[in-house]
């Protein structure tokens, strides 16, 4: 029993420290934390795109899988919501005459603005080489003019090659943004994207194959007769490109968790901006993205996308064929749908890291005034937080609804939905 003692000494001193690790780690706004407690950032805009505040809990209408549900938390966030007394800054206190006797010593107690730290990640996963060296040159000139006194800013990758922790050293982050690059994808012959892999390997998707095959045959400049080569050849393909796919995803998901969960400890505004191509998520992908949301909105922390492709179209002669026989063109149009596809799949993944977080999803072709943009935190964010009623666990997915009583000419960019637990396995 020599041992009690030191038990006991190591509990008052643990008892000791964790109020300094508790207010270190507070997160806004504090929910009441609940397993079946649903968080909705929401945003409210008008028709050019400002957002709006003023609203209360009563203005909002919300439901789950078309079932009214009652509010039950709410808070305001954002850059434009006043702060309570005591966090005011000079810059947002109304002007008012010195009061007599006051003292140089008393104004400068005024308290600092607002913290502000924001995770800038690069997607170097999925971002080709000439896309990534356009987002480098726009955050280089975003960060010419210097870093704000109460910002701090940090650089990530998805693939965690290249990584600098929250800093206000220009130079510092220069250097290390100077040395992400681009990882290029495996070499197949011909290649496949990870979507037309996993419409074929997963949904079994006969037409997807029958494209790929068309592909292999006019790349590889096989004769008819070698058509079950080329099947074989592009079977393989996919299943291969679609085992990549998904430990590249699942990698991405496990690397944004990371600095969600880096970004949760530090106070004031807490900000992520993504620069990426988006990326395709299928099946419990999309739950592992859930569960990013999640973490994001009890932590408060905002995720904004910066669509790298910017404005974009998929062009039919993308595929590097190495063949102009007849039927060339057929494929190429069959193989343009599922880029499309694909494309627009990548894009509603930005959409949802931003609007279900209470961020902003950039895609215009403007990326320094994205980066400009997105450092800043949003002026309104309504939290609203709900307990969904007969909430089975059926792991299926629910789709959230919120509208405003009276918003007429408004918007709302809120959260899609979110996956129910799963049932309990049986023993």
Not at 169 to 176: G, H, L, P
Not at 220 to 247: F, H, K, M, S
Not at 362 to 387: H, I, M, S, T
């Amino acid at each position: 029993m020599r041992w009690w003692p030191f038990f006991l000494i190591i509990t008052a001193l643990a008892g000791q420290t964790q109020p300094a690790e508790v207010a270190a780690r507070e997160e806004k706004p504090a929910f009441q934390s609940n397993v079946n407690l649903v968080r909705v950032p929401a945003v409210v805009r008008d028709k050019q795109g400002h957002a709006i505040g003023g609203f209360q809990k009563q203005d909002f209408q919300l439901t789950d899988q078309g079932r009214p549900q009652e509010i039950a938390q709410f808070a305001i966030e954002g850059g434009a919501v006043p702060k309570p007394a005591g966090q005011q800054t000079k810059s947002e206190t109304p002007d008012a005459p010195a009061a007599a006797g006051s003292t140089p010593a008393a104004a400068a107690s005024t308290p600092a603005a607002r913290a502000r730290f924001v995770a800038c990640v690069f997607d170097d996963l999925y971002l080709t080489t000439e896309e990534l060296l356009k987002a480098r040159k726009a955050a280089l000139k975003h960060i010419e003019p210097g870093i704000a006194p109460q910002e701090r800013i940090a650089l990530f990758t998805l693939s965690g090659n290249v990584s600098l922790e929250f800093t206000d050293d220009v130079a510092k982050f220069r250097e290390k943004l100077t040395k992400v690059k681009s990882i290029p994808p495996q070499p197949h012959q011909p290649q496949a994207s990870f979507y037309l892999a996993d419409q074929f390997v997963n949904l079994h998707d006969k037409e997807a194959l029958a494209a790929q095959v068309d592909v292999t045959m006019q790349y590889l400049q096989l004769p008819p007769e070698l058509r079950g080569q080329a099947v074989a050849t592009a079977e393989d393909t996919l299943r291969e490109v679609a085992i990549e796919g998904w430990a590249k995803a699942t990698n991405s998901l496990r690397t944004l968790n990371d600095i969600i969960r880096s970004l949760a400890a530090m106070p004031g505004d807490r900000i992520v901006i993504l620069a990426s191509p988006g990326m395709y998520l299928p099946g419990d992908l999309q739950k592992g993205l859930s569960a990013t949301l999640d973490r994001a909105t009890r932590s408060g922390v905002v995720i904004n996308t910066l669509d790298v492709r910017g404005v974009y179209t998929n062009e039919p002669n993308r595929i590097d064929l190495r063949s102009t026989a007849q039927g060339g063109e057929q494929t190429q149009m069959r193989m343009a749908r599922y880029e499309s596809t694909a494309g627009m799949a990548q894009g509603m993944v930005l959409s949802d890291l931003a609007h279900s977080t209470g961020g902003t999803a950039v895609d215009d072709n403007d990326l320094l005034g994205g980066f400009n943009r997105l450092a800043n935190a949003p002026e309104y964010v309504y939290y609203l937080g709900y307990y969904p009623q007969d909430l089975k666990p059926d792991g299926r997915f629910h789709e959230i609804k919120v509208t405003l009583a009276n918003g007429n000419g408004l918007s709302i960019q809120a959260r899609r939905g979110y996956w129910a637990p799963p049932d309990a396995p049986k023993p």
